[in-house]
């Protein structure tokens, strides 16, 4: 059975920062892999994500703040989230994305192809 666990959420002041963990029989460094989220009432958003051949991407909302890296001896994706903003605020997903080719340049994994864990959530307060 595939399986993403994350964790690593938590509630911070807004500045602050965060960093998510995921880790499971569902990583892989030969998938598109990455982070979406999703805030109550809201779409899913994608946030970031990492292709095989390790160029990244993310989200407009999040750039110059996130930064998403993987460890493949530990079998673990991570995100780092600096200057967290209250709109930050959401459930974080670590999904891998079956729809976008392995190397496709732009890997931002929705939420809508593939697996993804069960979440952590991130809580960011003004």
């Known amino acids: 059975q595939v399986r993403l666990v994350e964790s690593g959420g938590g509630s911070v002041q807004a500045g602050g920062s965060l960093r998510l963990s995921c880790a499971g029989s569902?990583?892989?460094?030969?998938?598109?892999m990455g982070w979406f989220r999703q805030a109550t009432g809201k779409e899913r958003e994608a946030v970031a994500g990492?292709?095989?051949?390790?160029?990244?991407s993310y989200a407009d909302s999040v750039k110059g703040r996130f930064t998403i890296s993987r460890d493949n001896a530990k079998n673990t994706l991570y995100l780092q989230m600096n200057s967290l903003k209250p709109e930050d605020t959401a459930m974080y997903y670590c999904?891998?994305?079956?729809?976008?080719?392995?190397?496709?340049?732009?890997?931002?994994?929705?939420?809508?192809?593939?697996?993804w864990g069960q979440g952590t959530q991130v809580t960011v307060s003004s």
């Open positions: 999904a891998r994305d079956l729809s976008t080719p392995a190397r496709y340049p732009r890997c931002l994994p929705e939420g809508r192809s593939g697996y």
């Open positions: 569902g990583y892989s460094e030969n998938f598109c």
């Open positions: 990492i292709n095989a051949g390790s160029s990244t």
